[in-house]
């Protein structure tokens, strides 16, 4: 019989000998390489804004931004500690940056965006062209262009960073190259690529160069201007509320190929149906309060708080006031892969 100890023995001994040629037997560890649905081996996690501010402020009496390079605290998943990934495919952190710092020039290939969290008047330059930033504003800095920071304001500026240095690390694929100045030189006024590109119109001979947006900066006034009108148009979806995504004009598709973007309104006591889906994504509360039921936990959120959504979790939006909240996933690289799916209504 299969279960004898001659044939259990006798495995374990083709097992060993068959490592020395570093093979092993498939039917081994078939259920866990192709499992019945997503097993994510990470965990849904929030981060309360009010216990963490007092130590992003810390780290700014304790490091420089120059000589940080990034002041930034990463939001690790407490499932992968040491991993400095929030997801298997994506980082995130709060950067900040005090009154009259610069975060020196770099670029890599590793893409990146920065959702404001806190404050309003410090830049950000992206291959010449500074762009002021506010809360709620959406802003990208696209593979291997050259990028820095400043504070012009007369207060600390706190943003979320996300990044696929999982993803390209997966590749190995990971460059980077300090710049020779920490800032660089501003080759075009502020509103260039703003006046160029993000009418709804494109320069009649504009060929795109890459697969990352030409705007650089998405506003949150022209944001919310939008979830507004959503909202007025129609009711809200049942697993999003009102959602939009962020979009590169050039081509419909995601300001950053490897990271889809997104934010959605939530009425005053609606609760979403449950809703799940292959990508985890990662929420900046942006306005309101509520709560969030991801898997069997639930998690009470308010503006400037950051939660994370596992993939394939079932995830339940309740907002006790009108809320807004932004997200960011690797949703573009599964759809280009036809890996992406939800399940829209299942627990």
Request: aromatic fraction near 10%; proline fraction near 9%; include cysteine.
């Amino acid at each position: 019989m299969d279960g004898s100890p001659t044939r259990s023995n006798a495995r374990r001994d083709f097992y060993e000998r068959l490592g020395g040629l570093s093979m092993a037997p498939l039917w081994e560890s078939l259920h866990q390489l192709v499992p019945p649905q997503p097993a994510p081996k990470y965990v849904p996690a929030a981060w309360d804004y009010d216990k963490v501010r007092p130590f992003l402020m810390e780290s700014g009496t304790l490091i420089t931004a120059k000589e940080a390079v990034r002041r930034v605290l990463i939001l690790e998943n407490p499932a992968m500690p040491g991993s400095a990934c929030i997801t298997p495919t994506l980082y995130a952190g709060l950067q900040l940056i005090l009154p009259g710092e610069i975060a020196p020039s770099h670029r890599h290939t590793q893409s990146a965006l920065r959702f404001i969290v806190e404050g309003e008047g410090a830049y950000t330059a992206v291959d010449g062209e500074r762009t002021i930033m506010r809360e709620g504003d959406f802003v990208i800095t696209p593979t291997w262009t050259w990028h820095d920071h400043g504070n012009d304001s007369s207060k600390p500026m706190v943003w979320l960073d996300g990044l696929d240095i999982p993803l390209v690390a997966m590749f190995n694929a990971g460059f980077a190259e300090n710049g020779a100045e920490d800032e660089q030189a501003v080759t075009a006024p502020v509103g260039t690529s703003d006046a160029r590109f993000a009418s709804g119109l494109l320069p009649v001979d504009w060929k795109p160069a890459k697969q990352t947006s030409p705007i650089f900066n998405y506003p949150y006034a022209r944001t919310r201007e939008a979830l507004a009108g959503l909202a007025k148009a129609g009711p809200p979806d049942a697993c999003h509320g009102h959602k939009l995504r962020y979009v590169n004009p050039a081509s419909g598709g995601a300001p950053i190929a490897t990271m889809g973007t997104f934010v959605q309104l939530l009425p005053k006591g609606f609760e979403t149906a449950p809703y799940r889906s292959t990508d985890g994504a990662v929420f900046s509360v942006v306005e309101g309060e509520g709560e969030s039921a991801i898997g069997d936990r639930t998690f009470r959120w308010k503006k400037r708080d950051h939660f994370v959504v596992p993939s394939w979790a079932p995830v339940v939006h309740k907002a006790s006031s009108e809320a807004v909240l932004f997200s960011f996933s690797d949703r573009p690289v599964q759809e280009r892969l036809d890996l992406w799916r939800e399940d829209r209504g299942g627990r």
